[in-house]
């Protein structure tokens, strides 16, 4: 998923030819380079190859599929505002999972966990979702798709550094030089 900044410059350069600042040109493969490094060990241990391969595949489709939501939302944004994008989009997208989930063969119960499980679900829709599509939506408006995107790089950094705090995952050698090449690469992009 951590592709979809490079997608969403290049898809912003054929749809409405901006052509992307010099320093993005050392900032994507340098921020590609860092994310590589970090999850070249997560990938090295993955058994079955050709789940590896599927997995992939759909990621690279995902990314692609969130550069066209990033760059085609800009207009709209721009138009509606930040807040009432974000609100239609998590309306249209729950009704998704409605009709998603009333398609489902054997509806699981809904109401038979127990309670913290639902604290817990809450706490990740708010958490997880909701807060942060709104400031992906307010940053798109403020500073552009492109910025937007490739700070999106952030991602997998954030990502490390929680599972190593929260859940005492080690950091190897490679990943800290990922990280430093990912937090160099957004530094590139922030310079005036």
């Known amino acids: 998923m951590y592709a979809y900044p ?9 749809v409405y030819r901006q ?30 190859q050709d789940q590896l391969v599927l997995g992939t595949g759909l990621v690279v489709a995902s990314a692609a599929s969130f550069a066209c939501y990033l760059v085609f939302s800009k207009n709209i944004v721009s138009k509606i505002g930040s807040q009432a994008f974000t609100c239609i ?8 999972i409605f009709i998603h989930f009333s398609l489902q063969p054997s509806l699981p119960s809904l109401l038979g966990y127990p ?7 809450l706490c990740m829709a708010l958490f997880s979702t909701v807060i942060p599509s709104f400031l992906f939506s307010e940053a798109i408006h403020r500073i552009g ?12 950094v954030i990502t490390l550094l929680l599972a190593a705090w929260i859940l005492g995952d080690s950091i190897s050698w490679l990943q800290l030089i990922g990280i430093t090449l990912v937090v160099t690469a957004i530094s590139l992009l922030n310079r005036k």
Not at 22 to 39: C, E, N, T, Y
Not at 115 to 121: D, S
């Open 145 to 156: 798709a492109q910025r937007t995107a490739i700070s999106g790089s952030l991602g997998p």
């Open 89 to 96: 989009a998590m309306v249209a997208a729950s009704f998704a």
């Open 115 to 121: 309670l913290p499980v639902y604290g817990y679900a």
């Open 6 to 14: 490079s997608f969403t410059l290049l898809l912003a350069w054929l």
């Open 19 to 48: 052509r992307p600042q010099r320093a993005v040109f050392f900032a994507i493969p340098l921020s590609w380079l860092g994310v590589w490094l970090m999850v070249w060990n997560e990938a090295q241990q993955q058994l079955n």
